[in-house]
């Protein structure tokens, strides 16, 4: 598998689903189940680390209010100018830039965003804990969308706060296709417009990907675990992918990555 040991700050670097205290548990066996991921609790700070062959791949934490969902998280090196940067440039701060020490896991600091058009994201100042430890393979981070009703306005925010610039290009059937850019190349994201046709296109969201063998068979396996298809499977620009979403209702995308032609 793909161990990283750091993640270049401006990049899509860890997968974070907040949920209630009453469907924490049945999320923790959920993905259990579903990606082969162990867990190991962090009792004191409230959250679960997922881990698939050790290493660490996402977290299932506590929130104490509002619906089941998958937070973004990005690396940054200086996590409060980067906080007033994304305020400055019309997003709000949800979680002031925190500290957090665990005595299982380590440290590192964090914070959660609303950019302009409502969708949450997390910022991750790495320290002793850098996030995703594994990524692109089976069970891991693959990427992460903003998908959104207007994606111009999303360049010109994001490109404020991270510096990010845009690969956009054409593919026949599926429309334009933009993935984010960092220094000149793809930092594990993109932005994408609406799809009326998603059910789970209501208002802005980041929408996390992780990467599968077998979609079909990961979308069979997520139902019989309780789970739902929101999207079903269908061949895509990165692959076969599809829309599940866990019992408690938050929402992400699998795929199987597409091989290269020749």
Known sequence: MPEVTSHTPGSVSYFELMTPILSWQ????????????????????????????????????????????????????????????????????ILAPTTLVSLLFGEWKQAVIRDPAGAYFGLWQPGTRIGAQLVQDPGTLLWSDLRTSNIDPAKTYYGTVFGWGVHAYEIAGEGLITEWRLNGLNNRGGTTQFNPAWPTDSQPHWLPYFSVADTDATAQKAVALGGQVKVPPANTWIGRTAVLADPAGGNFRVAAIREPAG
């Open 26 to 93: 049945q999320c923790i066996d959920f993905y259990g189940g579903l990606f082969g991921w162990d867990s190991e609790n962090d009792p004191i700070l409230g959250f679960a680390q997922m881990k698939l062959g050790g290493k660490a791949v996402a977290s299932i934490s506590i929130s104490f209010d509002g619906p089941t969902f998958w937070l973004t998280h990005i690396t940054v090196d200086d996590i409060s100018t980067v906080a007033l940067q994304a305020v400055t440039a019309g997003g709000a701060v």
